[in-house]
């Protein structure tokens, strides 16, 4: 049994991972924005939720503290955010340094602040969410700007972060879930959230030191950066 901290659980992803890791008899601990409106999380047996909103310094000061006594096995950054950017109408900066923000800035300095949280754990695992789409290699249609640069950002920072935490014993797994039907992935996307997760769960079994920092897909295979 392990305690997994799931990092934007409310929805999609991060909610079918919090049921399944629960249905496996861990120990959840699960963020959402708001409690009152996450009323998925509290069907969920085994869990303990906590409010993180990634855009305030504040609550992730809050949260880090709330937390800080816990032993934490795997932390699985999971929280996204996709704008679908139009290259000549709607370049705005703001919206840019924010999706930079809460991808690829925020997953890092959380780990940071919860690397305590992670050396008191078994495992030593930080899984990052990711995505083929920030594959410089596998751009071939262009196009989103945003959402490519910061995944790109992330796999460049967890790759670093791989390295630097080896001799921590912290293993680090870069991860694409595949093309889901989420409210992200749309209902034109190709894979099933619980087809994703049950397999993404595999993957991260089979994560250790001497693979850590590898970018992976869901089925475990290993993509082009
Ligand atoms: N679905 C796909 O096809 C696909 C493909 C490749 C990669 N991914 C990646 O997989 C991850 C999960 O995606 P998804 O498809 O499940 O997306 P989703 O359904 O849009 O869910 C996104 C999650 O991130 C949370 N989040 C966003 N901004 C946040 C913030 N400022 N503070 C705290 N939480 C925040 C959301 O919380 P709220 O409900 O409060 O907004 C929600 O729980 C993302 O990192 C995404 O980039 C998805």
Redesign the pocket.
Known sequence: MHNILI?????????EFAKQYSDENHNVFA????KSESKALDAISKIKVFE?????DE?LDNFVQQISSQKIDILI??????RDEQLDEDLDIDAWMNELR??AV?PIILARKLKSNLQMGLSKKIVF?????GSIDDNYSGRFYF?RSS?SALNSAAKSLSIDWKEDGISILIL???????????DN?K?E?PD?ISQMIKVINDLNLTNSGSFVNYAGEKLEW
Not at 7 to 15: S, T
Not at 129 to 133: F, G, K, L, R, V
């Open positions: 990092i934007g659980a409310n929805r999609g992803l991060g909610l963020t959402t924005r708001n993180l909103d990634l855009n305030s609550s950054h999971n929280a996204g955010i996709f809460i991808n925020i969410i990711s995505s083929q789409m959402y995944k694409h879930p595949g093309w889901v039907k989420t409210d992200m992935g749309g996307a894979l959230i994703s």
